[in-house]
């Protein structure tokens, strides 16, 4: 059998939802499940080696360190314990009985053009693919070259159009079977170890939020591919803050979403990964931040949301000079 391990972390009052994770894993083909207990409200431990003797190895963190180290230690101890293949999920994100197998399926079909140390392949999960569900065009999925956290000018008559009766995206036909993708979560994402050799862990200084997005790209930009498996279902157990599914546009998600701290650091990390590996022109892209600002400004007037819209001002302009690490105003 090959050694697949999967990775997660798990933080707060969650055990109800990693066990149905655990559970969710416990039949296929996987060896081990890793836990990063990344600052828990409960004795995840104790807990969790008892009820899953030999099935789960729980690697304990002195408090919550945020998702770029928790993932970061999660990985490197799936390597020291001998995984040649490693499965990241959230404690949340619960697959279906055959999503492994399908993802095996693409990715040992795709090795006859890419390396293993150049390709994941990434499970399909509906609420947070949502324009891939919808069957929006799959050149529309990948951010375009010089946007803004994903805003862009020239999508702005497409985004009119969509949210019109008649350019509406409605789920019709069926799913391409891969979809290739810039970058991607860290849920769901099923690579060989010879990946983390290649690129590298995920970085610490993110903290939290666009950590994945920053360690996926490196995939891309090193030649390699990732590809969505739409045949490889994961279900969500529990919604994100500001799935698209909650707020009908980014800028009310980024001004209403629960927590600062969410805000700041998702704003901040996202702009900086804009700087790496999305701008290409300065001038297209000023143009592009000057819009989404202006934009962000105005609905933050409307829905008397001005406090959270400074907060995400000095989040870009951290971003945009790189300024990451943990922020002490704003504490996980």
């Known amino acids: 059998m090959t050694e697949s391990i999967v990775v997660t972390v798990t933080y707060g009052k969650r055990e109800h939802l990693l066990r149905q994770v655990l559970d969710g894993v416990r039949n296929s083909d996987v060896s081990m499940v890793v836990v990063v207990d990344n600052g828990a409200a409960w004795p995840v431990k104790a807990g969790l ?21 928790g993932y970061s230690t999660g990985i490197q101890r799936a390597l020291e314990l001998g995984a040649e293949y490693i499965w990241l999920l959230d404690d949340d ?7 492994l197998q399908k993802l095996f399926e693409v990715y040992n079909s795709e090795l006859m053009n890419t390396p293993r140390d150049q390709l994941a392949v990434l ?21 375009r070259a010089n946007s803004f956290r994903g805003f862009h000018v020239l999508d702005i008559p497409y985004k009119i159009w969509r949210r019109t009766r ?3 995206p409605q789920a019709c036909g ?29 970085n610490h200084d993110f903290v939290l939020y666009a950590d994945d997005n920053e360690f996926t790209y490196r995939i891309v930009t090193n030649g390699g591919r990732i590809l969505l498996v739409t045949a490889a ?28 701290f969410r805000a700041y650091y998702g704003m901040r990390n996202g702009v900086y990964v804009d700087t790496l ?36 001002r000095d989040a870009v302009d951290d971003g945009l000079s790189g300024k990451l690490g943990l922020n002490k105003k704003y504490q996980l």
């Open 49 to 69: 080696t008892v009820a899953y003797p030999d099935f789960v190895h729980v690697v304990e963190m002195v408090e919550n360190t945020g998702s770029a180290m």
């Open 93 to 99: 994100n619960r697959p279906r009985s055959d999503a």
């Open 123 to 143: 499970a399909f999960r509906p609420e947070h693919q949502a324009d891939v569900a919808m069957g929006v065009a799959t050149h529309r999925i990948n951010p």
């Open 166 to 168: 008649w350019g509406r």
């Open 174 to 202: 069926i799913l391409p079977a891969t979809i290739a993708l810039d970058t991607a979560p860290y849920s769901g994402l099923l690579f060989h170890r010879g990946l983390i050799q290649s690129i590298g862990l995920p």
């Open 233 to 260: 279902l994961i279900d969500d157990l529990e919604s994100s803050w500001n799935v698209k599914k909650r707020f009908s546009n980014g800028f009310l998600g980024n001004l209403k979403g629960a927590g600062d």
């Open 277 to 312: 590996y999305i701008k290409k022109n300065g001038f297209v892209f000023w143009v592009n931040r000057y819009v989404y600002m202006s934009l962000l400004f105005l609905f933050s007037v409307m829905l008397r949301k001005t406090e959270r819209y400074r907060l995400l």
